[in-house]
C-alpha cells in the first residue's frame, strides 16, 4: 500500500529542490564516498570546479562587505562565513581523504591508466612529483647496494606482485537510491533484493557499477 | 596533509553532517533574507516559523535570536511510541521515514538533505541523523523542549535497544556480506561499520580460496548451459 501512494506522490508532485542545494548534497555524497569507499574515486571535475569557483566568489563578497561597519550587517556576514568554512572544510576533508589513499597505495595509483584516470591533473603532477624524490631516496638509501635485478619496487616476477593494491571487496555500507533489485554475489550464497531506500552491506565490487550511476550512495 | 584518519566516518565528522538537516524555527528578531551558497535562506520576521539548516538555527539560538521548534518525533509521546515498536521489532530497526519522491532525471534527495527534523516531519519514524540531532538540540535548546529530561531518557532507552539488536546481528554475518540494515541511524553505521566491515572482510578472506573454486564452477556451468538445479547434482556426482 505504502510504496503505490509513494509512487503516485511521485507523479504528481515532483518537489523543486534549488541547483546550490544540489551542488551542496553532491558535494556531501562526494566527501562520504571518499571516506568510506576503499579505493580513489574518479575525481568530480565538473563539481569541484563549480564549487570552487562559488566559494571564491563568496569569499570576494564577504571580503567586498567587511568595509562597511553597519552592525546589522557585521551579523550576516557572520553567517556568510560561517558557511564558507563549512564549504571550504567539505573540499579540503575530500581532498586529503584523496590524497591519503594515494599515499597508501602509490605505485597502484600511477601504472595503471584507467586507475590513473581517476586522478585531477593536480593529484596525478603531485603523486608523480612524490614518488619521484621517494624513489630517489630509497635508491640512494639502500635500494643501490642491492644487486641490480633485486631494486624494482613493482616487480612482478615469480606470479606474485609486489604493488599492494587497495581491497576492491571490501564490505561497504550503502543506501539504495533507485530499485535495482535482486543481486547476487558471485561465489557465495548471498543474495539480495535491493529496494529504494533500503540500507545494504554489500561488497565495494559488487555495487560499485550502481555507484557510478547513482543508483546506490555510500554512507 | 592527507587525512589522518581510518577510513569510514568519525563521530566528529558525522555531528558536521547532521548539522545540515532543516529544522524549523520561530525567529525572535528581523533578519534579511540571505544568499547562501547552499541556497536562499528567506527573511527571518517573528514569530513567523521558517525551516533553516541546524547550524545556522543552532548559530540564531547561542545569540537568543530564535528558539528551535523540536521536530515532532522527538516529543515524549512521539518517542515512547517509537520506543515500544523498537522493543516490539527484535529483528530490525524500526522503519525510517521514507526518500522523498523525485521527480524524473534528476538527482534523488536522501539523508541529511531529506526535511526530516522539520516541524511537519513525521512522528513516527526515526531519521537517519535521529541520535545526533538529539542530542545537538539538547544540549543546545532544552529550553525549547517542555520535558528536556523525560526526552533525554527516552532517547537513551531507544539507543539501548538499538545497540542490542546491533549486537545480536552479529550472528548473521558472512562472508559474502548481503545484510539489510534499513532504518539505521548515521551514528549506528559510524560505530558499527569497523566491526562489522572486518568481520565480513576477515571471513571473506578465510573462505577465499573456496569461493574462488565456486566461482570457477559456476563459470564453468554456465559455459556449458548447466542449470542451477544442476548444479547440485554435479555436487552429489561428486561426492559418490
Known amino acids: 500500500m505504502d ?46 570546479t563549480r564549487v570552487l569557483a562559488r566559494i571564491a566568489a563568496q569569499i570576494e563578497l564577504v571580503e567586498h562587505e567587511t568595509g562597511k561597519v553597519d552592525p546589522r550587517a557585521n551579523f550576516r556576514l557572520v553567517v556568510l562565513q560561517t558557511e564558507v ?10 581532498l586529503r581523504a584523496r590524497i591519503a589513499k594515494l599515499a597508501d597505495y602509490p605505485l597502484f595509483y600511477l601504472e595503471d591508466a584507467e586507475v590513473s584516470g ?61 530499485d535495482i533489485g535482486p543481486v547476487r554475489v558471485e561465489g557465495t550464497d548471498t543474495e539480495a533484493d535491493m529496494r529504494r531506500g533500503d540500507v545494504w552491506v554489500m561488497r565495494w565490487s559488487v555495487v560499485r557499477e550502481w555507484w557510478e550511476n547513482g543508483d546506490v550512495e555510500l554512507i | 596533509m592527507a587525512l589522518p584518519l581510518p577510513p569510514g566516518l568519525t563521530p566528529a565528522e558525522v555531528a558536521f553532517l547532521c548539522e545540515m538537516e532543516m529544522v524549523t524555527i520561530v525567529p525572535r528578531q528581523r533578519l ?8 536562499s535562506i528567506p527573511p527571518l520576521q517573528p514569530p513567523r516559523r521558517t525551516d533553516i539548516p541546524l547550524w545556522l538555527a543552532l548559530l540564531l539560538k547561542r545569540q537568543n535570536r530564535a528558539n528551535i521548534v523540536p521536530p515532532p518525533w522527538l516529543l515524549p509521546a512521539s518517542l515512547a511510541n517509537i520506543l515500544d515498536v523498537e522493543t516490539e521489532m ?53 529550553d525549547d523542549f517542555e520535558e528536556p529530561d523525560l526526552v533525554r531518557r527516552l532517547i537513551r532507552d531507544i539507543r539501548e535497544v538499538r545497540l542490542s539488536k546491533l549486537r545480536a546481528g552479529v550472528e548473521v554475518l558472512d562472508a559474502g556480506g548481503g545484510v539489510q540494515m534499513n532504518g539505521v541511524g548515521g551514528l549506528e553505521v559510524a560505530e558499527g561499520r569497523a566491526f562489522i566491515g572486518g568481520v565480513i572482510d576477515n571471513l ?22 548447466y542449470s542451477g538445479a544442476g548444479a547440485d547434482d554435479y555436487d552429489d556426482d561428486m561426492e559418490l
Open chain 1, 118 to 178: 581517476r586522478l585531477s591533473a593536480a593529484e596525478r603532477q603531485y603523486l608523480g612529483a612524490r614518488q619521484g624524490l621517494l624513489g630517489e631516496h630509497y635508491a640512494v638509501a639502500f635500494l643501490g647496494q642491492f644487486p641490480a635485478g633485486l631494486r624494482r619496487l613493482d616487480d612482478a616476477s615469480g606470479g606474485v606482485r609486489m604493488v599492494d593494491r587497495p581491497d576492491e571487496e571490501a564490505a561497504v555500507f550503502v543506501r539504495c537510491l533507485r
Open chain 2, 204 to 225: 571473506r578472506k578465510l573462505g577465499a580460496s573456496k569461493e574462488q573454486t565456486r566461482k570457477e564452477r559456476e563459470a564453468e556451468e554456465e559455459r556449458n548451459g
Open chain 1, 85 to 94: 568554512e563549512r564549504w571550504k572544510y567539505l573540499v579540503r576533508a575530500l
Open chain 2, 90 to 142: 527484535t529483528e530490525a530497526f524500526s522503519s525510517p521515514p521514507p526518500l522523498p519522491p523525485s521527480a524524473k532525471g534528476s538527482e534523488p534527495i536522501s539523508p541529511p538533505f531529506q526535511p526530516s527534523c522539520t516541524a511537519d516531519a513525521s512522528a513516527h519514524a526515526l531519521p537517519y541523523h535521529w541520535l545526533e540531532v538529539g542530542e545537538v538540540l539538547l544540549d543546545a535548546a532544552s
Open chain 2, 32 to 39: 534579511d533574507g540571505l544568499e547562501l551558497l547552499g541556497g
Open chain 1, 3 to 48: 510504496i503505490d501512494i509513494s509512487d503516485i506522490l511521485a507523479s504528481v508532485s515532483p518537489p523543486s529542490v534549488s541547483p546550490s542545494l544540489l551542488d551542496l548534497q553532491s558535494l556531501t555524497r562526494a566527501f562520504i564516498a571518499e571516506r568510506v569507499a576503499p579505493s580513489l574515486l574518479p575525481y568530480p571535475s565538473a563539481l569541484m
